[in-house]
Structures are given as C-alpha cells and as structure tokens.
T-cell receptor, first 115, second 111 residues
C-alpha cells in the first residue's frame, strides 16, 4: 500500500509567479485535502476535493485553486505568489468523505519559498 | 482567532518519565479531537483521538484526556522514550473532516 506522495519536495519561486504542487493520494483514498503550514504555525486548511469537486474551503483567497483528477490525485495552484505564501504545503488523503477525520494520511509536504 | 491553542511551544522530559502536552480550544462546537506527531521532513502522523462524548481514550503509552467544561485536552505519554521526540499537534473538528490545528509543541525526550 503506497502512501501519499507529494512533488516537488522543495522549490523556490519569485514573487508574482505561479506554482503548481502535486499530490498522489494513498491507494483507495478518494478525498484529498490541502493544508498550508507557515513557519512556527500549525497546518491551516486550504480546501478539500471529493469526486473531482471542491468540497469546502478555508480562509484563502481565490488565487489558491485546485483540481482533483479521476485517479484521485490532486494539484494545488497558487497564482501571483506573495512572500507570505512561503510555507510547507501538506496534502492529506482519506477514504471516507466526511467524519471522523482520523482517516487522514498526510504526505511529507512541499516546501515553497517565495523570494 | 486561534480556536485551538497549544501554549507551550516546547517541553523537555527525561526518558522514562511522563510527558504531558496540553491543548485548549474555544469553539464549543468541536466534537472530535486528535493528536498528530510530526518528525522533521515528514508529514504529520495520526497518534490518538477522542470524541467529545468521552473524557478519556487510551492506546498503549498514549492517553488523551478531555475536559469539556474547561475546553481543555491533554496528551499523556508514559513512559517517554527518545523516539517520542517530535512536534505534537492538537487538532479539532466540528462535525466535519476539516481539521483546525494548534501551533504545536516540540517535545524533547533526553536520556
């Protein structure tokens, strides 16, 4: 059973650029959630995808967008990058849509640095 | 506003002793609480959870206590081992699978 795989592991972008982060969910999992973890903070919920539709969104601006594909993998896109977007971006997959949330499996994250 | 708070950024405990990590929350609608452990360069891994209808849940060396009237939960690790050294996050949810995380407590277990 493979876990959650995220790519790339690290990247550096310039302010104003666009970035795409990728996530392959754990085998059999149909729900993908994205979290942003800024330095010294806990992860913050960005949005969730279930059956290729956005299913809930946190307090993030529209320049944060995502996709989920038929194989349940997912992308997180961020446009017009700002310095404050520098963070660890975590993807979590789960089998059961809804509660309880203990079924989350997190990836190792993508460390994004905006300069 | 910070709905889930971990007021101790770090904790240092001797091997074999008890580690107690604390978490406070403000949202009375939270009905499920979880603890995650995170090693550097890895994603958070689920440790233990508790429903709001319970006040204690135990799994091996790990026990979580929930005091709803005080809006407080704690994680007890007994006995603490060097491999327990990591950042511990408290998280909560309100009738959903979206999690609200605290800022984490770095636990160091020394010999």
């Amino acid at each position: 059973e493979t876990g959650v795989t995220q790519s790339p592991t690290h990247l550096i972008k310039t302010r104003g650029q666009q970035v795409t982060l990728r996530c392959s969910s754990q085998s059999g999992h149909n729900t993908v959630s994205w979290y942003q973890q800024a330095l010294g903070q806990g992860p913050q919920f960005i949005f969730q995808y279930y059956r290729e539709e956005e299913n809930g969104r946190g307090n993030f601006p529209p320049r944060f967008s995502g996709l989920q594909f038929p194989n349940y993998s997912s992308e997180l896109n961020v446009n017009a990058l700002e310095l404050d977007d520098s963070a660890l971006y975590l993807c979590a997959s789960s089998l059961v849509h809804g509660r309880p949330p203990y079924g989350y499996t997190f990836g190792s994250g993508t460390r994004l640095t905006v300069v | 506003d910070q709905q889930v708070k971990q007021n101790s950024p770090s904790l240092s405990v001797q091997e074999g002793r008890i580690s107690i990590l604390n978490c406070d929350y403000t949202n009375s609608m939270f009905d499920y609480f979880l603890w995650y452990k995170k090693y550097p360069a890895e994603g958070p891994t689920f440790l233990i959870s508790i429903s709001s209808i319970k006040d204690k849940n135990e799994d091996g060396r790990f026990t979580v206590f929930l005091n709803k009237s005080a809006k407080h939960l704690s994680l007890h690790i007994v006995p603490s081992q060097p491999g327990d050294s990591a950042v511990y996050f408290c998280a909560a949810s309100a009738n959903t699978d979206k999690l609200i995380f605290g800022t984490g407590t770095r636990l160091q277990v020394f010999p």
